[in-house]
T-cell receptor, first 114, second 117 residues
Framework: NAGVTQTPKFQVLKTGQSMTLQCAQD?????MSWYRQDPGMGLRLIHY???????DQGEVPNGYNVSRSTTEDFPLRLLSAAPSQTSVYFC?????????????FGPGTRLTVT | AQSVAQPEDQVNVAEGNPLTVKCTYS??????LFWYVQYPNRGLQFLLK??????LVKGSYGFEAEFNKSQTSFHLKKPSALVSDSALYFC???????????????FGKGTKLSVIP
């Protein structure tokens, strides 16, 4: 199993540009989520999905869209990038959404918005 | 709202010495507590969790954590530190929502552990 994969690893955007961060998992996990990691702030939940076709907002959803058309994929879209979105983005997945289920994290995407 | 505090931004310890990384939490209801480790340029890896039962939880790589309900703490410990333990450590708390609601992890800010040879 490849686990949780994320592309690209690095990206530089100009303010106002749009892009999609890709996340895929091959573990047949139902629960997937996106976090952003900023220095001194830990990880903050952006959006999550409990299964294909179902998504919901996390702690910091503004400026981001998600969709979940398949179990495997959970892309994160930035519609109009802003410098405040400069961060490291992590995708995670777990078999279920209960506390008994370990979350598996991807390697991250480092995004810089100028 | 649930929250996690990691009071130390950095912990330095000599190789072979015991290490402790501190975590305190605030949550209504029963807490579910986790420790994750992040090595440079990598995603987070699960170390251990406390759901219920024994207050001392053993996890990966020789780490353990002690749940203390009266002090609302969940400190990470290891009897003898290795240089390879140097990494960023995150404590997280989860609360189970009732019914069909989801659970969410709330992470602390992270503590950088440096083990000095």
């Amino acid at each position: 199993n490849a686990g949780v994969t994320q592309t690209p690893k690095f990206q530089v955007l100009k303010t106002g540009q749009s892009m999609t961060l890709q996340c895929a998992q091959d573990m047949n996990h139902e629960y997937m989520s996106w976090y952003r990691q900023d220095p001194g702030m830990g990880l903050r939940l952006i959006h999550y999905s409990v299964g294909a076709g179902i998504t919901d907002q996390g702690e910091v959803p503004n400026g981001y869209n998600v969709s979940r058309s398949t179990t495997e994929d959970f892309p994160l879209r930035l519609l109009s990038a802003a410098p405040s979105q400069t961060s490291v983005y992590f995708c995670a997945s777990s078999l279920g959404q209960g506390v008994d289920y370990e979350q598996y994290f991807g390697p991250g995407t480092r995004l810089t918005v100028t | 709202a649930q929250s996690v505090a990691q009071p130390e931004d950095q912990v330095n310890v000599a190789e072979g010495n015991p290490l402790t990384v501190k975590c305190t939490y605030s949550v209504s209801g029963n807490p579910y507590l986790f420790w994750y480790v992040q090595y440079p340029n990598r995603g987070l890896q699960f170390l251990l969790k406390y759901i219920t039962g024994d207050n001392l939880v053993k996890g990966s790589y020789g780490f353990e954590a002690e749940f203390n309900k009266s002090q609302t703490s969940f400190h990470l410990k290891k009897p003898s530190a290795l240089v390879s333990d140097s990494a960023l450590y995150f404590c997280a708390v989860s609360r189970v929502y009732s019914g069909a609601g989801s659970y969410q992890l709330t992470f602390g800010k992270g503590t950088k552990l440096s083990v000095i040879p």
